[in-house]
């Protein structure tokens, strides 16, 4: 838990760090492990009704670790209207993701829905491992998670581990 130390010393340990701390955390890890957040609560003024209060009030945070590729689509008014909610159901359906699951269950994919990325001129837009994509399409998307598993599956093929 030295990183949580570490976000303790330099954000404080007082009620109205409780934001900033659990971004940190999440930054550290790419999500909020339970043992991290027990400890700021143990550590701090922080209580476990606060962290988790926050913490599910905010879209931002994570309670599971994000998979190894990370698709964003933008819900904004410009990229609805342009199709975007085509494009959130080719995900979830080439994710096999439904409900309200978001990381696929080999740990793969992290799918998000953005309300807004600010980039209304590409609408429909989509991140994908932090490349933007603009005038996004249903089969455009398919055709570019497919791409990437391939990639996961060859990798994965010629590691012998």
Do not use: W
Not at 55 to 76: M, N, S
Not at 103 to 114: C, P, R, V
Not at 122 to 127: C, E, S
């Amino acid at each position: 838990m030295n990183e949580v130390i570490t976000i303790l010393e330099h954000q404080g340990t007082g009620r109205d760090a409780c934001v900033k701390v659990l971004q940190e955390i999440q930054g550290v890890f790419g999500y909020l492990p339970a043992e991290a957040l027990r400890y700021v609560a143990d550590h701090s003024q922080i209580t476990k009704r606060q962290i988790y209060g926050v913490a599910t009030f905010y879209e931002l945070f994570r309670f599971k670790p994000p998979g190894r590729h990370q698709v964003k689509v933008c819900r904004g008014t410009a990229c609805h209207v342009r199709g975007a909610p085509q494009i959130l159901d080719a995900v979830a359906e080439e994710l096999n993701l439904h409900g309200s699951e978001d990381t696929t269950e080999d740990g793969e994919f992290t799918f998000e829905k953005i309300a807004c990325f600010g980039a209304c001129a590409l609408a429909p837009v989509t991140v994908t491992d932090g490349q933007t994509h603009g005038a996004m399409t249903p089969d455009k998307m398919r055709k570019q998670l497919k791409a990437i598993l391939k990639k996961a599956r060859a990798g994965k093929q010629e590691d012998p581990s």
